[in-house]
């Protein structure tokens, strides 16, 4: 009898993977366009408010600030924003430097441009750090016990082990404060330096998005029933406390509200649960297209989560669907008034044309 015994393949590493011809456009990409924050984004933080009322957290909470604590409470949500973007890049980064470590591979294109990535993340932290310097916050962040110290800790030795779950997290640590940033940005309100900071960011921040995208679904495929499990059930609650500890507790008590309470306010209020839906849902359209979750079957938790039914739709929120019965009396009414309004419009010019000595309406005698 012959025993055949199948001999490993020793070719697969040299294999091209579907996402290694972009990963070369974005380390060519890198590479040309290197922005140094120190020289390249000069000047600094104004007085006074620096990012529009209708960005800060409490924005439907009818509050009745006066101006200097909507000033005090803009910089000090700014500030958290910028504090918490440099942890965030810190545990991207511990990331990366794991995985180059336990790389078998060190040629792969997919380390050089982590090390691209690193030194973006590295120069980003650097500016938001300046920025930081200039608002001058005073809010205490109460997330940074010794409990939350330990949250993050055990949370961070999980993720490094796994690049699937590692990956997805990035994706949301850079969509949601993306589109907070794009927000501000387009703001005609906004402090200058804000915005030019906001601007520099961003366009790195796209090619970072851009490689965790390409490599979403080869993680996915090589990935484990627990990281499997991970993504679709834990991950989103771990997204939905990254966004809404982006602006931590503390800062309210600076303009004399009670920080829990108006925490939990904030998050819950319309125009902030409309944020985290719009910010998170570009996170859930990288996993369908990855792959990893099928239009029809979204997990329960990430579809609270994003604000989409089963398919991934746009699931509209309690007041909406109340709303939606009446809607069409609502526009005609809308409608009817406003042709109403053109009408009579229509009728005062006319009135006010033949009245008005000088007007196309005046008289032969007056004409003449």
Known sequence: MTVTVEQPRTDIADEPRAADKKIDRLNTASLRRVIEPDTDVKGGVGEGQVIPSEMLTVADLDLHLTDAQRATL????????AISGVRFET?????????????????????????????????????????????????????????????????LRTVLNRPAVFCVLVLAGEEIPDLFQKKIADHPETDPFVRDVNHYHRMEEARHLAFARAVLPELWSESSFIDRALIRYEIPRLIRLMFNGMIHPGVYRTIGLPTLKTWLDAAGSPSRVALRHEATRPVLAALVDGGCFHAGSI????????????????????????????????????????TSRGKAKTVLEGVASAALPGSGGQTSETSG
């Open 299 to 338: 997990p329960a938790r990430w579809r609270r989560l994003c604000g989409v039914d089963p398919s991934g739709e746009h699931q509209p929120s309690g007041a909406e669907r109340l709303a939606a019965p009446i809607m069409p009396i609502v526009k005609a009414v809308l409608r009817w008034e406003s």
């Open 91 to 155: 545990f991207l980064m511990s990331g990366f430097a794991a995985q180059m470590a336990c790389s078998s591979d060190l040629t792969d294109p997919r380390i050089v441009y982590m090390l691209h990535e690193m030194g973006e993340e590295t120069r980003h932290s650097r500016l938001f750090i300046r920025l930081v310097d200039q608002l001058q916050p005073k809010a205490v962040d109460p997330l940074q016990t010794r409990i939350g110290q330990l949250f993050f800790r055990r949370v």
């Open 74 to 81: 803009s910089r000090e949500e700014l500030a958290s924003v």
